[in-house]
């Protein structure tokens, strides 16, 4: 799931690999703005089939937050 | 390259598109800029990969959020698409409007008619505008009654077909919902939080509906069908079961009236001015015999199919010479067939060629077909169009006789060609239009003109724009040739030079030039010499062919453009053709 997960983070904000971790986090690269948040939510809701509510959007802020998320969601 | 992105993710789209946008250079593309009043950035990555992996090279810009008519006023070369959503006029606005009463409503009316009427103005002289059609549906759909909010929808919709310019394209986006279905279409979530209402497979399907309309700006919309026979036109194998019991029609058993069906389609289309041609492995007799067993009852006439390829050769060698029989270049073509190993052939040998497999289930052959009519769309229907087919088959004809003369000026000659020379007429502008849009190889600048730059260009004192007619003992080719020349100071500049590939190979190019010099020499005007400034493109070699046997002088510009040089003293031909001037 960690692999997926990077790879949609490296596909929208056409990052390399090596810049993804856990501690990477909302306004640290220049495409994760709020238009950018848009589209990492979109793109994970698409691929992993799950949906986030409003609060739960504002909630995920780093690439932590979205793994520990869609972790609960999944299983 | 042609791409489906159906089951693409946005994730790999998002991927894909800049990579691709990485091997495309920026001078090659068509700059789309998106005005509306909502927030629609997933769409660029979308719309760009859907183009450009279909070889319609462009880059989109977004607007600025909620400033369209302003916007509007800074269009210059781009390409704008209006998203114009009528929910979000303001926050809640569908909801409200239900409590307005009637004087409010049409106060409201009013304003945005105002407002219409202003974008109509200011992007009065864009090459084409995109505009989608206001939809209610996002809020409306479930409920029985008409509410207040659809009745506004719809008057809005009223008066934008009714007052629209020529250069507006109207897309249903209605159409691109009920594919994609409402839930699917709509993010509510991200519509009341961002201002975000739509879906990526929304973005998906409504870039497939831009496919068309930038064919036909870009001069890629498709001229010719050509279709295989057995289970492709008729059901059944006919060397086998025979002419007589092929299904066909919609009273015959079985699978008779899906092919009734696809022969309605076709008929369409060839009326439309589509060539439609056969490339089939059978004997030729078999196919000629089916045509005249069932004249009275087949939609379907042998005299509709301009070149029929009845044999036992490789297809891909038969649609081969069909595009140099007709003239025309491979990717024009488009490929109709039930058989894999056929599909995969011609695919794999001519790539250009749109390749299509008749599906495999007959009762999505209609619908296939109906998706198909997309490719040739053309949004400036002309009386030439209508008689395409009667053009072509009157060049066969020619071809024929062709094989008789050893000297291709007596062949010519035995044409009795008439030349038809106009300036400055603009009744038959829809068709100048046309030819600049459609022309790619006898073109010399390919510079596409919509109807308004036309009226613009000769506008202008020193333009003249001069056209060709032409017929011979066969028939008419209609309006065929085209010049765009201004006189400035020493020089007269040719901005665009066509012909249409129809009327190539009779020298009428050659009378064509002639003429030209002799009109830039007109009273007495002392000019230094004509310069036709040609601009190459992949498809746009004949035209160089042509003036580099002509011209005696030529510069290559620092843009990779050819300056080819013309005076007085040029002469041609001898009288090949009967040559008319006529007077505005």
Redesign the interface.
């Known amino acids: 799931m960690e692999k997926k997960l990077t ?2 983070f ?3 904000f ?1 990052i390399e690999e090596s810049i993804v971790s856990n501690e990477l986090k909302m306004g640290d690269i220049p495409n994760w703005d ?2 950018g948040h ?2 990492i939510i ?2 994970v809701e ?2 992993f089939e799950i949906h986030f ?2 609060d739960e ?1 504002i909630e995920l802020k780093s690439f932590q937050d979205f793994f520990d998320l869609i972790s609960t969601k999944i299983n | 390259m042609s791409t489906n992105m159906n089951n693409m993710t946005f994730s790999e789209i998002i991927s894909k598109n800049n990579d691709l946008n990485n091997k495309i250079k920026n001078e090659n593309k068509i700059f789309i800029k998106i005005l509306s009043n909502i927030t629609l950035h997933q769409i660029k990555p979308i719309i760009e990969y859907s183009l450009n992996s279909n070889d319609i090279l462009c880059s989109v810009e977004i607007g600025e959020y909620d400033n369209i008519v302003k916007e509007s006023l800074e269009i210059s070369i781009e390409i704008p698409i209006i998203f114009w959503e009528i929910s979000n006029l303001y926050d809640g606005f569908a909801f409200e409007i239900e409590n307005f009463q009637i004087k409010k409503i049409n106060l409201l009316k009013e304003r945005i008619f105002l407002e219409l009427n202003s974008l109509f103005s200011n992007l009065s002289t864009c090459k084409s505008v995109i505009f989608n059609k206001f939809s209610h549906l996002g809020f409306s759909h479930n409920l029985y009654e008409k509410s207040k909010f659809q009745k506004f929808i719809e008057d809005l919709n009223y008066y934008l077909i009714n007052n629209k310019p020529k250069n507006f394209e109207v897309i249903e986006i209605d159409k691109c919902i009920s594919i994609c279905s409402i839930d699917k279409s709509f993010n509510f979530r991200n519509f009341y939080s961002n201002k975000s209402l739509y879906s990526p497979l929304f973005f998906k399907t409504y870039s497939k509906f831009l496919h068309p309309i930038f064919r036909c700006i870009t001069g890629k919309t498709k001229k010719c069908i050509v279709l295989d026979c057995d289970n492709t036109l008729w059901s059944g194998i006919i060397g086998e079961d025979g002419a007589q019991n092929v299904k066909f029609h919609i009273s015959d058993t079985g699978a008779g009236m899906y092919f009734y069906f696809i022969s309605s389609i076709l008929k369409s289309l060839h009326d439309k001015g589509v060539i439609l041609c056969i490339v089939s492995k059978n004997n030729y007799l078999d196919v000629e015999e089916f045509f005249s067993l069932n004249i009275n009852k087949s939609i379907l006439k042998s005299e509709n199919f301009i070149l029929k390829k009845i044999n036992w050769e490789n297809k891909d060698k038969n649609l081969r010479e069909i595009a140099n029989e007709l003239n025309i270049a491979l990717d024009s073509l488009v490929f109709v067939d039930d058989s894999d190993f056929e599909i995969d052939l011609v695919r794999k040998f001519i790539p250009e060629i749109s390749s299509l497999q008749v599906p495999k289930q007959l009762f999505k052959y209609p619908h296939f077909a109906i998706d198909y009519k997309n490719l040739f769309f053309s949004n400036n229907q002309t009386k030439e169009d209508s008689k395409r087919n009667k053009m072509y088959l009157d060049s066969v004809k020619r071809n024929k006789i062709k094989i008789n003369y050893n000297d291709v000026n007596d062949y010519i000659k035995s044409l009795k060609i008439k030349v038809e020379i106009f300036e400055n007429e603009t009744t038959d502008i829809e068709r100048y239009s046309q030819l600049t849009q459609k022309t790619n190889q006898f073109n010399l600048s390919t510079k596409r003109y919509e109807i308004t730059e036309l009226k613009n260009l000769i506008s202008l004192e020193n333009n003249h724009l001069i056209s060709l007619k032409i017929s011979d003992s066969f028939g008419e080719f209609g309006t065929t040739g085209l010049c765009i020349l201004s006189l400035k100071g020493d020089f007269a500049f040719v901005d665009t030079f066509l012909m249409s590939c129809r009327v190539l190979g009779r020298k009428i190019e050659h009378s064509f030039m002639q003429e030209l010099i002799k009109f830039s020499y007109r009273k007495k005007r002392k000019l230094k010499g004509i310069i036709f400034n040609y601009a190459p493109t992949t498809k746009n070699a004949p035209i160089k062919n042509f003036l580099d046997q002509t011209s005696e002088k030529c510069e290559k510009l620092e843009n990779g453009d050819i300056e080819y040089f013309y005076d007085k003293n040029f002469k041609l031909n001898n009288k090949l053709h009967n040559i008319i001037w006529k007077k505005n």
Do not use: P, Q
Request: cysteine-free; glycine content about 0%; aromatic content about 0%.
């Open positions: 790879s949609i490296v596909n929208v056409s709020s238009l848009l589209n979109t793109a698409e691929e509510t409003n959007m």
